[in-house]
């Protein structure tokens, strides 16, 4: 049976490390940092995720304000909304929650937030500092994993890590962080149109599931003695669940884990590390 590679413990860890840091400023006579949240829309997964990252921030001593916006507004509504978030000093980041409704550009959005505050690391700017291996902020989710990876004692060195989704936010920059210096991975990139993705999973020394499909990943795609991160966060209709649903993620788990040698539960596994991440972000915006 696999190792379960527990996210809850491990971000608690980050968590208390911010924390502590924030003290240490707050000791110093500095203001607590500063995390602007804006949502926009009813999509009730959105809602959850700013609400957890929210309470977060609460918990590390990092002050946070989350603006939430009918679904209606406009694209240039929105765009002023983050100029003046740009400008005021006592903002240190901005996050815009994603999805955004049809009639607002995503890019342009993300364009226009000051790549100084850009705490989700999706700027353009920020990309790019990723891809040559420049300091900056972090993505968050990709470096929750690899801050899993490293705190579970997993070699990345020479190891093929396998991504399975080429999204903005987890499939790609995973791959740019899995290749850096100090890293080391030989990273394959596999999508909705690779052909033999299960051959190619096979293959993998880690095999992370960010495509957004539950039970996706099947016990045929895993090498034994993988290391299996499963990014996914799908709500799937349960009427024995007084909410009516119940979070599973990409991997079928109970298959994955008989061969896996360590493996990320749903919830309690990727998701409390991106929140951590944000928290470190937040944290390095205000310095
Ligand atoms: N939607 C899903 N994940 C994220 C994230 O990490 N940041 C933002 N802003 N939106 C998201």
Redesign the pocket.
């Known amino acids: 049976m696999a190792h379960l590679i527990d996210g809850k413990m491990l971000s608690a860890q980050i968590r208390d490390e911010v924390k502590a840091a924030v003290a240490l400023r707050s000791a110093s006579g500095k203001r607590a940092p500063y995390l602007a949240v804006v949502l926009i829309g009813e999509d009730p997964a959105s809602a959850s ?1 700013v609400k957890g990252k929210a309470k977060a921030s609460t918990e590390v001593g990092i002050d946070s304000d989350t603006m939430t916006y009918d679904a209606s507004i406009s694209e240039a509504e929105v765009l002023d909304i983050i100029e003046r978030l740009n400008q005021d000093e006592s903002v240190d980041g901005i ?4 999805p955004l409704p049809a009639h607002i550009d995503e890019q342009k959005v993300i364009h226009a937030i000051s790549p100084a505050k850009d705490v ?1 690391c999706f700027h353009p700017e920020s990309v790019g500092n990723l891809v040559i291996g420049l300091d900056g902020f972090q993505p ?2 990709p470096a929750g994993i690899v801050e899993m990876l490293k705190r579970t004692g997993i070699e990345t060195s020479g190891k093929h890590c396998v991504i399975i989704g080429r999204s903005n ?1 987890v499939g790609k920059p995973l791959a740019n962080l899995m290749l850096k210096k100090g890293i080391d991975a030989t990273v394959t990139v596999c999508h909705s149109r690779t052909s033999n993705l299960a051959e190619i999973a096979r293959q993998a020394d880690i095999l992370v599931a960010a495509i957004g499909r539950p039970n996706f990943v099947t016990k045929d795609m895993v090498k034994p003695g993988a290391v299996v991160i499963d990014v996914g966060i799908n709500r799937v209709d349960d009427e024995s669940r007084e909410r009516g649903y119940r979070l599973v993620g990409d991997v079928d788990f109970e298959a994955a884990s008989t061969l896996a040698s360590h493996i990320t539960p749903v919830p309690g596994g990727v998701g409390p590390m ?1 929140i951590a991440v944000l928290l470190q972000n937040t944290l390095k915006a205000a310095k």
Request: charged share 10%; glycine share 0%; net charge negative.
């Open positions: 995720y996050l815009v929650q994603l989700d968050a989710t936010i991106t």
